[in-house]
């Protein structure tokens, strides 16, 4: 898949995010994986203990992972992009939420193309 060499804002970086987060079970195994990194984050918190931190990192990156390698296929944007990702994640878990990534991903239909082209 071609891909921009640089992005320099969320937003550019967005409608790559998304191309690559086509398939339910993938944004569904991220959308687990953000909840489980987000509750180990509280309970660090809440229960002092840091050890639940590393467990929350290898398990919300395991499972998006998982989605990437064996339902979409692609390799995780994580790799080339971590800070970039990581923001966009939280947004389409905003959007997962509300109920709104499908639509997200009609609006995203035309600045897509490029990105799709090739799949």
């Not at 995010?17 to 660090?44: D, E, P, W």
Request: glycine content about 8%; overall charge positive; proline content about 4%.
């Amino acid at each position: 898949m071609a891909e921009r060499a640089a992005f320099r804002t969320l937003d550019e970086f967005w409608p790559f995010y998304v191309s690559q987060h086509m398939k339910r079970g993938n944004s569904i195994l991220h959308f687990a994986g953000t909840t489980i990194g987000l509750l180990c984050l509280g309970s660090a918190m809440v229960l002092r203990d840091w050890r639940f931190l590393p467990v929350g990192l290898v398990l919300s990156y395991g499972l998006a992972w998982t989605g990437h390698f064996f339902i979409e296929k692609n390799a995780p944007a994580t790799l080339r992009h971590p800070v970039l990702s990581f923001r966009a994640d939280f947004r389409m878990y905003g959007l997962m939420l509300a109920g709104e990534m499908g639509n997200e991903i009609v609006r995203q239909k035309v600045r897509l193309a490029p990105y799709l082209r090739s799949r």
